[in-house]
């Protein structure tokens, strides 16, 4: 955090500027640094707490904010044959609002917050007593962000009861959703729930790769040289490895570039990022296109372009059915450690049904793409020796003209490529001649050799391919 403050806690940005600016106040008046950051954490309790209930986040806590934490507040009532303790006496909003707002400007500076608070005993034993002692804050307060995401729950819920030719019209709750959005933006919960593939309450490094990869440069944004760890690193405020819903609603605003991306993204009518793919769509998809690749190779359509473009799409698929594998025996530990909720359950189910369908595409052994892409391969290349024979031979007939020469070395190009990339000539069989889906064709076994069987797919997928990417290359 700026101006040397270190508080190892999720919170707002605007509040973040608050403290940034009694730093360089007080280290004007001669403080030391450590004397700052000593001070700093004594009011950390109360720092947080004025975050929480600074729900616009506004850098102040209006009247408005007030009440609504004066309502989610439990305040116990005495028993009439008892006196009230002071932790007990009821709380007006009047008075705390008199007590707090010093200068009667009509709203709570954090400043006034942490000078006062402690004038209003009453209302500090409550706040004390809802305190969630891992978090530091209220227990049951709803920020903004839950309640905008509980709004578009019971949206989706209505629409989803309707019959097929009702049309929603309950534009009451929609102003609210298009209000909320307008005070405290789209890239919220809905968004956090929808980066966090697997469900397991936290965005990983690689989910939030994900998402950057996905991403259109925000409009009139500056392009800045952050890498991807660079932007985990802020959001990860407790470095824990992972961010949990707390510390993206918090640290997003502090990437303006990302932020704005995810604003402009986002579909005003669901809260989701238009066209958002999950890794196990794109994984599909990928499947697809590699397999309409390897059809025009197998056709005769080849050529180093569509060999070179072949292998990105392979290096990529090789990615992500690593990331699907660990994935699967990651959700697996969670349900078996007790975390079999809904969501999870759903999420494993999901991988599961992929994995299934990857079948013949997928060595159940190696996790390696095989199948058609294999026998496509080991066929053009036997095809393309005996084109070179062929070409060789009418150049030994006096047939040497400039075209069969370069025709030959064409040939001899596409070859030398493929050999590269571990395809050993063999002759066709009655299989890799058949036309048709590979999914008759059992995957190879390995007492036949399937493990080690010459395939473009081993050379151009290694078994170590890095699973991280800078930011730089998300943008692209």
Not at 104 to 124: F, K, M, T, V, Y
Not at 174 to 189: A, F, K, P, Y
Not at 307 to 313: F, M, N, P, T
Request: charged share 30%; net charge negative.
């Amino acid at each position: 955090m700026g101006g040397g403050i270190s508080i190892q806690v999720p919170i707002a940005q605007s509040t973040s500027d608050l403290l940034t600016a009694q730093y360089y106040m007080l280290e004007d008046e001669d403080i030391s640094p450590a004397d700052i950051q000593a001070k700093l954490a004594t009011n950390l309790g109360g720092i947080v707490i004025f975050d929480q209930v600074d729900c616009d986040h506004s850098g102040t806590v209006s009247k408005k904010e007030l009440k609504r934490l004066l309502k989610s507040l439990h305040r116990p009532k005495p028993q009439d044959a008892e006196p009230a303790a002071e932790g007990q006496k009821d709380v007006s909003l009047s008075d705390v609002l008199a007590t707090l707002d010093m200068d009667q400007d009509g709203s709570i500076s954090l400043d006034e917050w942490l000078g006062n608070l402690q004038n209003l005993p009453a209302l500090r034993a409550i706040i004390d007593d809802a305190l969630d002692k891992t978090t530091g804050k209220i227990s049951g307060y709803e920020s903004l962000e839950a309640r905008l995401f509980a709004l578009e729950g019971q949206r989706d819920k209505e629409q989803a009861e309707l019959g097929p030719n009702e049309s929603y019209a309950n534009r009451e709750l929609e102003h609210q959703i298009e209000s909320l959005r307008v005070t405290i933006g789209s890239s919220g919960i809905t968004v956090f729930r929808q980066v966090d593939a697997d469900h397991d309450g936290v965005i990983s490094l690689q989910e939030l790769l994900n998402v950057l990869k996905q991403l259109p440069r925000a409009k009139g944004a500056q392009g800045d040289k952050m890498t991807i760890e660079d932007i985990f690193n802020i959001l990860d405020v407790d470095g824990d490895g992972c961010i949990n819903e707390d510390e993206w609603l918090s640290q997003i605003h502090k990437l303006p570039t990302l932020h704005a991306a995810i604003e402009q993204s986002v579909d005003p009518h669901t809260g989701k990022i238009i066209g958002f793919r999950t890794m196990e769509d794109q994984l599909w998809d990928l499947k697809l296109e590699i397999e309409e690749v390897e059809q025009h190779i197998k056709e005769g359509e080849g050529g180093p372009a569509v060999l070179a473009s072949l292998e990105k799409k392979q290096n990529k698929a090789h990615e992500l059915i690593k990331e699907l594998k660990s994935g699967i025996t990651s959700l697996k530990a969670k349900i078996a450690g007790g975390e079999d909720g809904p969501a999870v359950k759903a999420a494993l189910d999901k991988k599961l049904v992929l994995q299934q369908k990857l079948v013949g595409f997928v060595d159940p052994w190696t996790g390696e793409i095989v199948g058609m892409q294999r026998r496509a391969s080991v066929l053009q290349l036997w095809e393309l020796h005996l084109e070179i024979t062929a070409l060789q031979e009418k150049i030994e007939a006096g047939e040497s003209g400039p075209a069969v020469l370069a025709e030959l070395e064409k040939k001899k190009e596409m070859a030398a490529m493929l050999e590269g990339r571990g395809v050993v000539e063999e002759e066709p069989t009655n299989s890799t001649q058949r036309d048709g889906n590979d999914a008759d064709l059992p995957p190879p076994s390995p007492r036949e050799g399937g493990a080690a069987a010459p395939a473009a797919a081993l050379a151009a997928a290694p078994a170590e391919a890095p699973a991280e990417a800078p930011a730089e290359a998300a943008a692209e």
